[in-house]
């Protein structure tokens, strides 16, 4: 039975992806420190034998018994919200963030290297900063504020986009980089402070639904499950060592019509209200995928309103 190391397994994509690799009937250590991943997204996993959870912090070495041979290491650990509003957010834990990404991606490079294991590192679309092209493509190099609030998580990705690359040149590992752009669907955290949560949350709650800025910033957003196929596509694939792809979903919109859309789609009595914009938001992200299409064969399939439809339901539920 192939093992697979999945690092940030407690959060919202870790999460789906170690239940996809279980069903896959693969055994699956999921590592988390639970700073921003939740232990109720992998409670339903415990009891099956094939998963382990070790609770352990990326930065740190790792030893177990456990970790007689590893085939696969996924590395997601990190927080990912911008928000400061929430707990959660990469915000208010600045320092854990660029630690994860920098000091942890070495540690787990080093375990890929030491049980000849495939990698995975997962970057962002952060990396690209507030682009000044429209439908960012792997060569683009970004518009990065170096020191800017949000740097902490965007230089951290660029730290460890680096760090992989140094171990493919260096030692040979076969690691790749996918860089991911929104993503939504169940197992979100509601106090997360992402714009879906946040806009399911108050619509269903019939409070009041808060764009910041004036809601013409634009994003794409991609169903989990799609982008949970294309992570395993990426370290699946033949070919993909040392490559970089853009994983996301192109169906751009604004900011207020996602809000709009929301709104219609619960039901809601909720008003569209504004706030402030926050510091180095972005003011457009649209990933091109030509190349995880060609190299991976992969596109997602789940449009906007299915996997709203989805991630209201639960938001509902819980
Ligand atoms: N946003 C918003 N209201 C909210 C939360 C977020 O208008 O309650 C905006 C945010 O300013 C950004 C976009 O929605 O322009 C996406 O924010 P998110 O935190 O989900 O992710 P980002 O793409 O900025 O990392």
């Not at 040392?242 to 809000?259: R, Y």
């Given at each position: 039975?192939?093992?697979?190391?999945?690092?940030?397994?407690?959060?919202?994509?870790?999460?789906?992806?170690?239940?996809?690799?279980?069903?896959?009937?693969?055994?699956?250590?999921?590592v988390?420190?639970?700073?921003?991943?939740?232990?109720?997204?992998?409670?339903?996993?415990?009891?099956?034998?094939?998963?382990?959870?070790?609770?352990?912090?990326?930065?740190?070495?790792?030893?177990?018994?456990?970790?007689?041979?590893?085939?696969?290491?996924?590395?997601?650990?990190?927080?990912?919200?911008?928000?400061?509003?929430s707990?959660?957010?990469?915000?208010?834990?600045?320092?854990?963030?660029?630690?994860?990404?920098?000091?942890g991606?070495?540690?787990?490079?080093?375990?890929?290297?030491?049980?000849?294991?495939k990698?995975?590192?997962?970057?962002?679309?952060?990396?690209?900063?507030?682009?000044?092209?429209?439908?960012?493509?792997?060569?683009?190099?970004?518009?990065?504020?170096?020191?800017?609030?949000?740097?902490?998580?965007?230089?951290?990705?660029?730290f460890?986009?680096?760090?992989?690359?140094?171990?493919?040149?260096?030692?040979?590992?076969?690691?790749?980089?996918?860089?991911?752009?929104?993503?939504?669907?169940?197992?979100?955290?509601?106090?997360?402070?992402?714009?879906?949560?946040?806009?399911?949350?108050?619509?269903?709650?019939?409070?009041?639904?808060?764009?910041?800025?004036?809601?013409?910033?634009?994003?794409?957003?991609?169903?989990?499950?799609?982008?949970?196929?294309g992570?395993?596509?990426?370290?699946?694939?033949?070919?993909?060592?040392?490559?970089?792809?853009?994983?996301?979903?192109?169906?751009?919109?604004?900011?207020?019509?996602?809000?709009?859309?929301?709104?219609?789609?619960?039901?809601?009595?909720?008003?569209?209200?504004?706030?402030?914009?926050?510091?180095?938001?972005?003011?457009?992200?649209?990933?091109?995928?030509?190349?995880?299409?060609r190299?991976?064969?992969?596109?997602?399939?789940?449009?906007?309103?299915?996997?709203?439809?989805?991630?209201?339901?639960?938001?509902?539920?819980?």
């Amino acid at each position: 039975m192939q093992k697979i190391l999945i690092a940030g397994g407690a959060g919202f994509i870790g999460s789906h992806l170690c239940e996809s690799f279980l069903d896959e009937n693969y055994a699956v250590i999921c590592v988390d420190n639970l700073i921003t991943g939740d232990k109720k997204n992998i409670d339903p996993l415990i009891k099956n034998s094939n998963f382990k959870f070790i609770n352990h912090d990326t930065t740190k070495f790792l030893q177990s018994d456990e970790l007689t041979e590893i085939d696969y290491i996924f590395h997601l650990a990190s927080p990912a919200s911008p928000n400061k509003k929430s707990p959660r957010s990469y915000i208010n834990h600045p320092i854990e963030t660029l630690l994860a990404n920098s000091l942890g991606t070495y540690e787990l490079l080093e375990l890929a290297k030491k049980f000849s294991a495939k990698f995975l590192y997962v970057s962002s679309s952060e990396i690209y900063g507030n682009p000044t092209i429209s439908q960012q493509t792997e060569d683009y190099f970004g518009n990065v504020n170096p020191n800017g609030i949000r740097s902490v998580y965007d230089e951290g990705k660029r730290f460890g986009e680096a760090m992989t690359m140094a171990y493919v040149r260096k030692f040979g590992t076969d690691a790749r980089i996918v860089r991911i752009f929104n993503t939504y669907g169940p197992k979100m955290q509601k106090d997360d402070g992402r714009v879906i949560s946040n806009f399911i949350n108050q619509a269903i709650e019939n409070k009041q639904i808060t764009v910041y800025g004036d809601g013409n910033q634009t994003r794409s957003f991609c169903y989990v499950d799609d982008m949970v196929n294309g992570l395993k596509l990426a370290m699946f694939t033949p070919g993909t060592k040392g490559q970089v792809m853009n994983l996301g979903n192109p169906d751009e919109k604004t900011i207020l019509e996602i809000a709009r859309i929301i709104k219609n789609m619960v039901g809601s009595s909720s008003e569209i209200i504004h706030e402030e914009l926050p510091e180095d938001d972005p003011e457009n992200r649209k990933p091109d995928i030509e190349k995880a299409k060609r190299l991976l064969k992969w596109s997602p399939k789940i449009n906007l309103e299915d996997g709203l439809k989805k991630t209201i339901e639960y938001f509902k539920k819980i």
